[in-house]
């Protein structure tokens, strides 16, 4: 079982080599791993400088700076070689064991999730998401009320579910890769282990100045696309409901956000959210 992993990188060239480390550290060793660089940095020399080389390392540009993370994966993607895909920002880390758990799994659930262990840019543990329970199947309907936020840990059979990433999101890039991936299957094996570490970096996309007011405006866009039907999703009525219902809970969440942000500065959006799941 082999697997691409696609990484695509802009300006990461302070947190790269560790997130390329803990790809190159899998118990699973039967992968190559992608580098789509979006800022025509040479991330080869940059990693070999650090130490990182690896046959399995493969590198390609977007030939532009800034051009979206987004348009970066789909780069990635058009070398990667192989069917079944795993995401991995440059910021973030894979468990140990995350492909070889996968490796058990994905030719019979052509998308899997797993749960997700959130850091601060130092690696201090903030909180998971989705591990509770056992491993389960989720559908569409009821996939992020599990997976509140965060789907970056997504692994998928790229034959079976041909879902590509939508350059026209700023944000939320995982979140609207998952609803094209619902148009092909209604539902996902979710691993309910912490198998992916997602670094909320404080000047982000995610996370910088302005991210709010980005988050809203991409939430009720994609809000109305599942409402007007633009994702002729495989659940039909009942998988738009749910993604629809858990939307309208976010932003009624992002109205009250701020406030409770100020009065206690080490809130994550996520410990607010589940207040309105």
């Known amino acids: 079982m082999k697997f691409s ?8 060239g302070k947190t790269i080599a560790a997130s390329v480390r803990s790809a190159l550290a899998q118990t699973h060793s039967d992968f190559e791993l992608v580098v789509s660089a979006d800022d025509q940095q040479n991330y080869a020399d940059l990693l070999a400088a650090d130490g990182v080389e690896d046959p399995r390392l493969l590198f390609t540009q977007t030939d532009g700076v800034g051009t979206g993370s987004s348009n970066a994966r789909i780069v990635g993607m058009e070398m990667a070689n192989e069917r079944y ?5 440059a910021d973030d880390l894979l468990h140990p064991q995350k492909l070889e758990i996968l490796a058990k799994h994905i030719e019979e659930h052509p998308i899997i999730t797993t749960g997700l262990q959130v850091t601060d840019e130092l690696g201090t543990p903030l909180r998971q998401v989705g591990t509770e329970g056992a491993d389960r199947i989720l559908a569409a309907s009821n996939y992020k009320q599990t997976n509140i936020s965060m789907d970056s840990m997504v692994s998928y059979d790229r034959k079976r579910i041909p879902a590509i990433y939508d350059v026209e999101l700023p944000c939320l890039v995982d979140l609207g890769l998952m609803l094209e991936m619902f148009c092909h299957s ?32 991409i939430k009720n866009l994609l809000l109305e696309r599942l409402e007007s039907g633009y994702y002729p ?36 959006f996520e410990d607010h959210l589940q207040l309105y799941l």
């Open 186 to 217: 209604d539902e996902v094996l979710h691993i309910a282990q912490p198998l992916h570490f997602y670094a909320k970096q404080q000047n982000s996309i995610s996370n910088g100045d302005a991210a709010s007011e980005r988050y809203v405006r």
């Open 5 to 12: 992993i696609v990484m695509p990188a802009y300006k990461a």
């Open 85 to 89: 895909i795993v995401v991995l920002d």
């Open 233 to 268: 999703l495989v659940g039909s009525d009942a998988a738009v409901n749910g993604l629809c219902a858990f939307l309208r809970a976010s932003l009624a969440a992002e109205k009250t956000f701020p406030e409770r942000k100020i009065k206690s500065p080490d809130l994550l």
